[in-house]
């Protein structure tokens, strides 16, 4: 099931505040009951409904360049990953892999593709097969 959003959760908050009861929000809202019950409490504990923060590695590179990549792979279709991550350093000046290139093109319906590299078939081979 999703998380709920930040409107969501205001809007289940204001729902309860309306007079529903939890089992009535729960059905207007389509979340588990044990949802709104930890929601409600959240608010009462800590005066806000936002997400606590968690913990995580860090992002490589920043959302500009990511943008950055995806542009550049939608001019040149055949551009490979590993000459995209050459060319791009992460955040901090640090360097990033050529797998993170190819998740965020993924992520953003493209392929790191490079150009077929192989014999150059003319009218003659085609006449060859055919005999």
Excluded at 22 to 34: A, Q
Excluded at 43 to 54: A, E, F, I, N
Excluded at 98 to 112: D, K, P, Y
Aim: hydrophobic fraction near 30%; glycine fraction near 6%; include cysteine.
């Amino acid at each position: 099931m999703p998380r709920l959003s930040k409107v969501g959760r205001h809007r289940a908050l204001g729902l309860l505040q309306a007079g529903l009861s939890i089992s009535e929000v729960t059905l207007c809202m389509d979340v588990n009951r044990t949802t709104i019950l930890r929601l409600r409490q959240r608010l009462y504990m800590t005066d806000t409904v936002s997400d606590r923060p968690r913990s995580g590695r860090p992002r490589c590179t920043t959302q500009r360049q990511d943008i950055n990549i995806v542009r550049n792979h939608m001019n040149k279709r055949f551009l490979s990953a590993s000459a995209s991550w050459r060319q791009t350093r992460g955040r901090n000046n640090q360097r990033m892999s050529a797998n993170t290139v190819r998740r965020l093109l993924s992520t953003s319906g493209l392929r790191a593709r490079r150009p077929y590299i192989g014999p150059i078939l003319t009218q003659r081979h085609r006449y060859q097969r055919t005999l």
